[in-house]
């Protein structure tokens, strides 16, 4: 059942923000729920296992969208695994943890892919209007983070994403 909810988590990330969160964007911008569960994923998990499903998560999130395949999954993949890294120096019962861990994983992910788009891309410049979308996806991912991180931490450890070894 957590291998399911896994799969499907992403598919239902993608369906929300495109749809429902779509209608109430902030300045035309909506949350990225998909870089939010992957955060969380990421926190209670290993960078290795974190950074898999990420790329994972981002590859879907490439496909669907269908322009610059790869580019979500390589982001996402090297933010999950730097969250991973510290997710054994964190207490995860604390709520801050998880809504600070989106706010970093959000701004890092805009870094990764600004980084991967210079690399990539012939030509690309930083103008006001993203600097403004980076912000705001920051804050509606911190408060989105919220109540999706209350369910994920106790998913996590008692519902249907309970690793099967944790009693």
């Known amino acids: 059942m957590r291998i399911l909810v ?4 992403p598919w239902l990330a993608i369906f929300l923000q495109s749809t429902i969160f779509s209608f109430y964007s902030i300045k035309g911008t909506t949350p990225d729920l998909v870089l939010v ?9 290993t960078a290795k296992k974190g950074s898999g499903y990420a790329f994972f998560c981002g590859l879907l999130e490439d496909l669907y969208m269908g322009r610059f395949i790869g580019l979500n999954a390589l982001s996402k993949g ?11 120096n964190v207490f995860k019962e604390n709520i801050f943890v998880g809504v600070l861990g989106v ?24 103008d006001t209007g993203m600097l403004h979308h980076i912000m705001y996806q920051a804050v509606y991912n911190t408060i989105v983070a919220i109540p999706l991180y ?18």
């Open 78 to 88: 090297l933010t999950a695994y730097i969250v991973g890294k510290v997710q054994g």
């Open 6 to 9: 896994l799969v499907l988590l």
């Open 103 to 126: 706010l970093v994983a959000t701004a890092l992910n805009f870094l990764f892919l600004f980084l991967i788009s210079i690399m990539v891309f012939d030509v690309f410049h930083i």
């Open 150 to 167: 209350i369910w994920y931490y106790n998913s996590s450890n008692s519902g249907v994403l309970r690793t099967p070894w944790r009693v």
């Open 37 to 45: 569960f992957v955060t969380f994923f990421a926190l209670f998990n």
